[in-house]
């Protein structure tokens, strides 16, 4: 068979599951979701995309915090309930980093930065949460879906996966960008400010199915902001919806995932604080958090006009 008749074969496929999938709705908000790429080739780019991320960063794969991660994470994933993801969690050892990021097909990484932050195991719990809804909620398939034509097609994109051809440095970093791991600036920040709200949303619901208490998701955006020193960047630098706009939001979803949260509620105190910042000693780490769209990240903020797509709660 030619290369041409596989990018043929590879691009009717893809476009034919897209009729599948535009019928899609995301996860409580009910917003209608086009994506081109079906859900078993989006694990498959999260899944190498994961791996190649890992090799370059310094993973905790003992000790209690990591351990307390994947306990929550877990939990998480369970309440989901998305039998055909390889669930993954990684801890990274970056103490200056407050950031956590999710790829298609569950592979989350949650950097120590972040848990002085979150303070206690529900805290974390929503932050897990927000990550994992954008996991189910095909994120990652959708900003792809708008960058095919930046990657050279979906015939290209198919090549790359049916014959593991090497993308170049230029079109790795397109890649993982477009899957919601990168900054950018152009027309996809409205579209990206859109999916942190419904991530929230959908977090919020995990965390209280999970039997964590979901008002401890807007205080985590409290500390979110004192953390961030109360600063926003521009609205057209920044992919995130500001902490203010993030706290309106779950509270108005509050009321549904507090009824989950009674039905499911964990034995014990999940909020406890378990971490604190003097347990963190600066590692000399210099990421800050720079990691942009897709992510839960302290130094990016909005003034987050006209989101379209994320609506308030069913009445």
């Not at 929503?126 to 900003?143: I, L, S, W």
């Not at 769209?293 to 994320?310: D, F, I, Y």
Request: charged fraction near 20%; charge should be positive; include cysteine.
């Amino acid at each position: 068979m030619t290369v041409n008749r596989r990018l043929f074969r590879g691009g009717a496929l893809v476009l034919l599951s897209a009729l599948f999938f535009a019928c899609v709705k995301v996860p409580y908000t009910q917003r209608k979701q086009f994506n081109l790429l079906p859900d078993g080739l989006m694990r498959g780019i999260g899944a190498v995309s994961y791996t190649s991320m890992l090799s370059e960063l310094a993973i905790a794969r003992k000790g209690a915090n990591n351990q307390a991660m994947k306990g929550v994470g877990n939990r998480i994933a369970k309440a989901a309930d998305e039998d055909s993801y390889d669930w993954e969690f990684s801890l990274i050892r970056e103490n200056e980093t407050i950031n956590a990021w999710c790829l298609p097909g569950g592979k989350i990484a949650v950097y120590t930065g972040l848990l002085p932050v979150v303070k206690n195991e529900a805290g974390l719990a929503f932050v897990m949460g927000h990550e994992v809804g954008h996991a189910t909620a095909h994120h990652g398939a959708e900003r792809l879906s708008q960058q095919l034509a930046v990657l050279g097609g979906i015939g290209a994109l198919w090549l790359y996966l049916d014959e593991k051809t090497a993308l170049n440095n230029e079109q790795r970093n397109l890649l993982i960008a477009a899957l919601g791991v990168g900054v950018e600036v152009g027309v996809l920040l409205p579209f990206s400010r859109a999916h942190e709200k419904e991530a929230d949303i959908i977090g919020m619901m995990y965390m209280a199915q999970a039997g964590y208490p979901p008002e401890e998701s807007v205080k985590v955006w409290n500390r979110m902001q004192s953390a961030s020193g109360g600063g926003n960047m521009p609205a057209f630098l920044s992919t995130h919806p500001s902490h203010q706009q993030r706290r309106e939001n779950l509270r108005e979803w509050l009321p549904m995932a507090q009824k989950r949260y009674t039905r499911n509620a964990l034995p014990g105190n999940t909020l406890a604080q378990k971490w604190k910042a003097s347990d963190f000693k600066s590692t000399g780490s210099s990421s800050n958090g720079s990691q942009g769209s897709g992510n839960t990240n302290t130094n990016q903020g909005s003034q987050n006009k006209g989101n379209a797509g994320v609506g308030g709660p069913p009445k």
